[in-house]
């Protein structure tokens, strides 16, 4: 499994197999704001929802909405599921500060606020599902 991590403004992609870790590519990190073209926006296509079945046997996957954002993007470092979301839409945050818990591979990791400022949009809600990379809340 690939994963992308941020030390001191480097970001590292390590991929870890059979509890071995491996570096694989190394980069500086760009602090520069996502945003998403409404034209590329436009031709995202709505997931059919799919009506679950009776039984214990039934499980539904939420999977993070695609929205069109603006503002910096705090992103998912890993694939996981969201296992709460601390702040919402105009809560102020600083640097640093908690904004949701992320679960990987059975462990719950602090996503933390890279900046201070004011939380534009919440884009995961709890039991969301995410990729590496994708974006979880913007801060204005």
């Known amino acids: ?19 071995v870790a491996q570096v694989t590519a190394e ?23 799919v009506a679950p079945t009776s039984g214990p046997a039934s499980t539904e996957l939420k999977h993070a909405p695609v929205h069109a ?7 998912a470092p890993m694939p996981g599921t969201i296992l ?3 702040k919402k839409e105009g809560d102020k945050v600083a640097e640093g500060e908690v904004v949701c818990v992320l679960e990987a591979m059975k462990m719950e990791n602090e996503i933390v606020a890279a900046k201070a400022g004011t939380i534009g949009q919440v884009l995961v809600s709890k039991g969301s599902i995410v990729k590496t990379g994708d974006p979880l809340v913007m801060i204005h």
């Open 84 to 86: 709460n979301v601390l």
């Open 27 to 49: 980069y500086e990190a760009v602090a520069a704001p996502v945003t998403v073209a409404p034209a590329i926006a436009s031709l995202a296509t709505p997931t059919a929802a």
């Open 1 to 19: 499994m690939k994963y992308q991590i941020t030390i001191n403004q480097k970001t590292y992609e390590v991929e870890v197999e059979r509890g």
């Open 69 to 75: 954002v603006s503002g910096d993007a705090l992103t």
